[in-house]
Each structure stands twice: as structure tokens, then as C-alpha cells.
């Protein structure tokens, strides 16, 4: 199929997706699932990544203001700016991306080509909304909250390195963080995080729910929902940086 095609059944599918769901405990039930599934279970390689690649930041930027003409302060100011702007909601988007689109691909394209997606539809069953929102819904609640902790733990990485490398005093580190804050690049970081989200939860279950053939198919529908995710994310961050920041 051309991109085009694709793109139309995209959206058609997201107009079955946005239903009133049909019973709303079974909905809850699944709604909580989704969220230890694609929510609580990523918590810890956000909190890895994030506190180390801060940690890097903090240290690669030290590295590169030597000159003693330049105010060390500028290491936890650039750092910030790094981390709220990008780091945390781009990079970790991307992280997300890999993790849990591959997991949504893989689940529902296996209930595909199992046949349990045809069974929800002979019991009367709107196996979109049924499957998908709760994913969409979960994503949207709980990746906000992920990713403002990966710019808490992002900062704290960079102010760890700086007392354990010596290389910059945490003092001015700190001023760096004070310095000239705007609360909007957080409201910024919010906005792509929530479209980043939904771009996650909708393209990988699209490559599930519409997979053909057996294992092996499931498989290079899981690679292709991680590359065109990653490139609707990349795509996505340069007009909204564009639009919000420019």
C-alpha cells in the first residue's frame, strides 16, 4: 500500500478508537492494566537513563567552558536548558517509542493473527476502542508524569557528577538551575510529551491491529511501528519546536 492509503486507514481507525467504550468496568479493568503495562513497568529505564545521560550532559558541557573567562554557573544553566527542552521529552519519547511500541505491535498483532481480534468482532465486540483507547488513555495520564521525572533525575545526574568528578562546584551548578527560569519551557516539554504520547500509543497498535500472515510478520510489523514512530516523533519535535519556541 502507498503512504497515503496508510495514512487514510490510520485515521479511520482512530474514529472507530474514540467510542463510547460498551461496558465501562471491563474498560476500567483494562485501563488499569494498560497503565502498569506501558506506565509503571517503563519507570525504571526512565530513571536509569535519565540520571546518567544528565550526569554526561552536565560533565561534556564542564568539559567544554575550560576558559576561566567563562562563569562554571553556565554548566547547571545549559544542562537545564538541555534537559527540559529536549532531553526529557524527545529523547526519552524516542526511548519509549522502541520499548513500548514494539510491546503494543507485538500484543495486539498476535491477538490479530490468532484470530482473537475476529472473535471480539463476532461477539459484537468494537475491538478498536476495546483494545486501543485504554492504551491512548494511560499514555496520556501517565508519560507527563514520566517525563517530568526524567528532568528531576536529568538536573540531580548532572549535580552528582559535578560533586563526584570535582570537575564543577555544585554551587554554581545550582545558580546555574536558578538562573533565568521560565516556567513555559516546562508548559513546552507538557505539550510535546502529550502528542509524543498519543503518537506512541495509536501508530504501533495501527501496525498490530492491521498486521497479515504469521510470528514472523508480527516481528517486522513491531521493527516497522518503532522506526515510523521514532520518525513521526522526530518530524513532530522540529514544528512544534518551530511553532511553540520560534
Do not use: C
Amino acid at each position: 500500500m502507498n503512504y497515503v492509503e496508510h495514512v487514510g486507514k490510520y485515521f479511520l481507525m482512530l474514529k472507530q478508537v474514540f467510542k463510547k467504550p460498551q461496558k465501562w468496568k471491563v474498560f476500567r479493568e483494562m485501563l488499569f492494566r494498560e497503565i502498569e503495562d506501558l506506565g509503571l513497568k517503563s519507570l525504571g529505564i526512565v530513571m536509569f537513563i535519565s540520571f546518567f545521560v544528565g550526569g554526561v550532559v552536565a560533565i561534556q558541557t564542564a568539559l567544554s567552558v575550560e576558559s576561566p573567562f567563562i562563569p562554571k554557573y553556565l554548566i547547571g544553566f545549559a544542562t537545564k536548558r538541555s534537559v527540559i527542552l529536549e532531553f526529557a521529552p524527545t529523547f526519552m519519547s524516542v526511548i519509549l517509542a522502541g520499548k513500548v511500541g514494539s510491546y503494543i505491535t507485538s500484543s495486539i498483532g498476535t491477538m490479530r493473527v490468532t484470530e482473537q481480534i475476529d472473535a471480539l468482532e463476532v461477539m459484537g465486540i468494537n475491538s478498536l476502542n476495546y483494545l486501543v483507547l485504554p492504551k491512548i488513555i494511560a499514555v496520556l495520564f501517565f508519560y507527563p508524569l514520566l517525563i517530568l521525572l526524567a528532568m528531576f533525575l536529568g538536573i540531580y545526574g548532572g549535580y552528582v557528577a559535578g560533586s563526584i568528578t570535582d570537575m564543577f562546584f555544585t554551587e554554581d551548578y545550582v545558580y546555574g538551575i536558578q538562573l533565568d527560569f521560565n516556567p513555559f519551557f516546562v508548559q513546552y516539554a507538557m505539550i510535546k510529551t502529550v502528542i509524543f504520547a498519543f503518537v506512541i500509543a495509536t501508530i504501533p497498535s495501527y501496525h498490530g491491529y492491521y498486521v497479515k500472515g504469521g510470528s514472523l510478520e508480527v516481528g517486522r510489523a513491531s521493527t516497522q511501528a518503532v522506526v515510523w514512530t521514532s520518525i513521526v516523533i522526530i518530524l513532530l519535535n522540529y514544528f512544534l519546536t518551530q511553532m511553540l519556541l520560534g
